[in-house]
């Protein structure tokens, strides 16, 4: 959530703030502002709703600097409005903050800096951050003319002294109008990378934000922050210590987070699934019995041999991909695996016994109840291996091990590659598992590694369903409820497909395990309900065929996912998608293809903003 973006250099920085938060919109957004430094003055231009608003205001009425910050902001502590908007200013009007997070303990800083006569304008918990640097600064504001060498030192101290002060997560960036050249940036629990250019620098969110600009990047480590110029960069440790960081350099350039003639983002990461999951594989396969695992995660063969038992720990799509996880690590491996929401770890108090393997799934590897939940685990003198999309944020670096998939920058809200790069990250784990632990014999393994590699290829076949998944979704795009069942492995499948459809459409949608149909969820059932089944090949497909026929005879409308040359389902269903033949193990990732289609046809036919709906943000930053 919450988009961030600051500039120090040679150029006009508002045209690249501008930039880097429309790089940053897929993250989402309420209202937007900027706040720039030139000539010893500060201002500050915000407005509410997308971005286009802002640059009208701003060509209205333009302000110049060669310095200054830029927010999209998603509301928590009170309602989008212009005066919630961030950047927020202090009293005087010479400081201004930009923040991602939330500052727990803000009310009774508000009431402190009320009684010592600081004036607010919001009701954001943001808004004390620049009134206590400013009550740090008293003393250098009554003074005279200062060196800039002093008042940039002097802004760093005031929010090193700040975040003494405050509790909570935050990912902020501050400027001061009498210390015209620099940015003091700092961070905790909420992502921030520096981007380092040819005498200019950048602070972000996230990397899009800067690939126009510059690959060499920076991460801010929690209780880290750093003090930027046009032409350096120092960073500082949580006693204020000067630091080396070393700078990483991003493989992928700005392109790839472009939509490159799609309609919308999500779309052109749907057609995007075969190249996720081929990059994801590549060369992890073979040879199986070669330290495959060890090379990729640091994970070795007597690890897996010695795991007892496994936590996956995830949110939403990412908690769907887990349930996959599980069904497969507990029958292909022989691992007892117990797949937990993260939100809900954290505060249950679980029993955490040795040899047991902790698995964060994140696709930002930003999100904060999994962080929490997986330092948790830590704590407990457990061992965590993450799955995730972005390389060098925060979950990967506090793990132990790390599985990269490689899916490259997913922009739209709800995830779509991610979530099959997820899936074939824990096939492969637990691939080599059954193998290490003697679980799998060698001709299944081999069965499986060759299998894996026709996914993406099978992915490209499923893809020319589109045409007769939109001629559904016309159909469907007036429904006010959908159901989805499935059984088994494609039980999670059932339930993304719902929650894709619900995150982008606004239709309520509820996934079920089909077998749990006549426990309650058949009341729902009238000539009015669609139900999406998911009826490919597998141990189950007799009981799920009973269990669609249950839902018909009730006057269902009946869509079913089915596997090539199926008849059975015909004079049962009212649309039938055929999928190339895959092993039932494999199947979820080929069969939420469909179901992400047809989620995104009802959204774009029914008007709503696929890439940015309300109310959601690309990556859960805050708890």
Not at 50 to 55: D, W
Not at 92 to 116: C, D, Q, T, W
Not at 367 to 384: C, E, F, I, K, N
Not at 478 to 504: D, Q
């Amino acid at each position: 959530m919450c988009g961030i973006v600051g500039y120090a250099g040679s150029k006009q920085a508002v045209p690249i703030l501008l930039d880097g938060l429309k790089r940053l919109e897929y993250r989402g957004y309420d209202s937007a502002g900027v706040a720039v430094v030139c000539d010893g003055k500060l201002s500050v231009a915000r407005s509410v709703g997308k971005l286009s608003n802002l640059g009208d205001l701003l060509a209205r009425r333009p302000i110049g600097g060669l310095l200054g910050l830029g927010h999209t902001r998603w509301a928590t502590h009170g309602g989008p409005s212009e005066a919630n908007a961030h950047p927020h200013t202090d009293c005087a009007g010479r400081i201004a903050v930009i923040h991602n997070g939330i500052i727990e303990n803000y009310m009774p800083l508000k009431e402190f800096l009320s009684e010592n006569g600081h004036a607010f304008t919001s009701v954001t918990d943001t808004e004390v951050l620049p009134h206590l640097i400013e009550e740090e600064l008293k003393g250098y504001d009554a003074a005279g003319p200062l060196s800039q060498r002093l008042t940039e030192a002097a802004l760093a101290d005031a929010v090193r002294a700040v975040l003494k002060k405050v509790r909570g997560a935050y990912a902020l960036a501050a400027i001061w109008s009498r210390a015209p050249g620099v940015i003091v940036a700092a961070k905790k629990d909420s992502p921030l990378v520096i981007g380092l250019g040819e005498r200019e620098n950048f602070i972000a969110s996230d990397v899009p934000a800067l690939l126009t600009h510059t690959r060499r990047v920076v991460y801010l480590e929690d209780g880290e922050s750093a003090v930027m110029r046009n032409d350096r960069c120092s960073f500082f440790n949580a006693l204020g210590r000067e630091i080396e960081k070393t700078p990483i350099v991003i493989e992928w350039d700005s392109t790839a987070a472009e939509k490159t003639g799609y309609r919308h983002f999500m779309l052109k990461e749907i057609h995007e699934q075969p190249r996720a999951v081929e990059n994801t594989l590549r060369g992890r396969l073979f040879p199986l019995n070669d330290g495959v695992m060890t090379r990729e995660t640091g994970l070795t063969p007597d690890m897996l041999r010695s795991t007892e038992r496994v936590h996956i720990l995830a949110c939403g799509t990412s908690w769907h991909a887990g349930i996959v996880g599980k069904y497969l690590l507990e029958r292909h491996a022989g691992i007892s695996t117990q797949i937990e929401t993260a939100s809900e770890f954290r505060y249950r108090h679980p029993v955490l016994a040795p040899k047991t393997l902790v698995i964060a799934i994140s696709q930002s590897g930003e999100t904060a109840d999994t962080l929490a939940a997986m330092r948790q685990a830590q704590s407990a003198g457990l061992q965590v291996l993450s799955i995730g999309n972005t390389l060098g944020a925060a979950i990967p670096r506090q793990a132990n091990f790390n599985f990269h998939t490689y899916c490259g920058p997913e922009c739209g809200v709800a995830s779509t590659k991610a979530f099959a790069g997820q899936l074939t990250a824990l096939s492969l784990l637990t691939l080599h598992a059954g193998l290490a632990r003697g679980f799998m014999p060698d001709k299944e393994a081999h069965d499986w590694a060759e299998e894996l590699q026709s996914l993406p290829e099978l992915l490209r076949k499923t893809l020319k369903l589109d045409a007769q998944i939109r001629a559904i979704a016309q159909e469907l795009s007036k429904a006010e409820h959908i159901l989805y069942i499935g059984r088994g492995v494609n039980y999670p499948t059932a339930l993304e497909g719902a929650l894709k459809l619900k995150e982008i459409s606004y239709i309520h949608a509820e996934g079920f395990a089909a077998g749990e149909m006549k426990h309650g969820p058949l009341a729902l059932i009238d000539p009015q309900m669609p139900v999406v089944a998911i009826a490919t090949q597998s141990d189950v497909f007799e009981k799920t065929l009973s269990n669609i026929e249950e839902a018909k005879a009730r006057g269902a409308r009946m869509i079913a996912l089915c596997t090539e040359g199926e008849r059975r389902l015909w004079g049962r269903a009212d649309h039938i998608l055929e999928l190339p033949p895959v092993g039932e193990h494999f199947s979820p990732i080929l069969n939420i293809l469909p179901l992400q289609l047809l989620a995104y046809h009802i959204a774009d036919l029914r008007g709503c903003d696929v890439d940015q709906p309300r109310n959601l943000a690309k990556s859960v930053t805050v708890e």
